[in-house]
């Protein structure tokens, strides 16, 4: 697997940041900057995409792509497969995003409405959310299925699922698969504004004191393969990826249903021919506002039930950010980490109990737990709910 995120390159930095619970979010950083009230955000910063993509990719490549082609090198190199050893048709690209090329949109419209310049002419390439999986797709000769997952902040973790399920049913081999989002914009900024969801100064996941979430830009890359392909080439796998579940609240576009996001849990679970007793730490989409956090503990009651109270239940938006479409990406490859060293990261800034959210959300520190199988989850707008589970390898 592969990361790039406000806590740096690499899924190391990433697991650092959130096994420590140092936070790296930061003060907002964007051209063009309009009047934002909310004036932090959680931003790779000094990262030079010259420094890792060819010259002649490179004017192809929106922000988003440039982040997800960081981290799928950081996958390939990690799987053991050399970018010059060409993939084939027998494995897919899947990646997931909710916004594709927002850097792109937003200069586009400047230059054609404020500055009166010509646009870039590659604009269109940059732009469609599927840039990322198509360039990561020639990047590695992958000439299987390639494709993108928009699901808004479920994007990524669907986009692994369904890789999962290519394999299963036969149709490949390996996928590369996970999500990118570079959603750090001025205007980007300022719809969210307009939603009332941004935290001006810290994002608190299920603390009675939360005000809302704090945006982030990154990528998560994964390589998934049946196990008989990972054997013929002696290669040996991080964890195995059990259950992935999905459903649609089918109401309300904004608000959360506790049943839908506890249907995509129980499907996970099933799918993974699991019990609850078999879970041993959630990673919780925990945004911070005052919605998700309710809903989701509702809903992880609905599931676990009496076990609720003593199973780690963790969130770690407030380390590297909400990263949208690629939220579930990043967030898995911390869980695949949590498994792999028997520690649940901690949820920082949390100060003050909710009734509202009784669970055990790992306040503040870190802990160690024996885990057999993780749960990672992601909701989104639209009533999108999806859920992944793994376990050791």
Known sequence: MGAATAAGLGVAALWEAAREGRSAIGPLDVPRPLKHNIRIAGQLRGFNPADHIDADVLPFCDRFTQLAIVAGDEALAQAGLARGEKLGPR?????????????????GMHNAYVAGQRLDPWSVPRLMPNAAASQLSARYGARGPSFAVASACASGTQAVGLGAHF??????????????????????????EALRVLSPDACRPFSKDRNGMVLGEGAGVFVLESEEAMHARGATPLAELCGYGTSSDAGDIVRPDAEGAATAMRDALADAGLRVEAIDYVNAHGTGTLANDATEAAALKLVFGDRLPGLAVSS?????????????????????????????????????????????????QKRAVTMRHAMSNSFAFGGINAVLIIGQA
């Open 91 to 107: 494995a897919a690209t899947i990646i997931g995003t909710g916004i594709g090329g927002g850097d792109t949109i937003e200069a």
């Open 316 to 364: 770690t938006k407030p380390v590297h950010g909400h990263g949208l479409g690629a939220g579930g990406a990043i967030e898995l490859a911390v869980t695949v980490m949590a498994l792999r060293e028997g520690v649940a990261p901690p949820t920082i800034n949390w100060t003050t109990p909710d009734p509202k959210c009784d669970l055990d959300c790992v306040p503040g």
């Open 167 to 192: 394999i299963r049913a036969g149709v490949v081999d390996r996928a590369v698969v996970g999500g990118a989002e570079a959603c750090i914009t001025a205007s980007g900024m300022k719809g969210w």
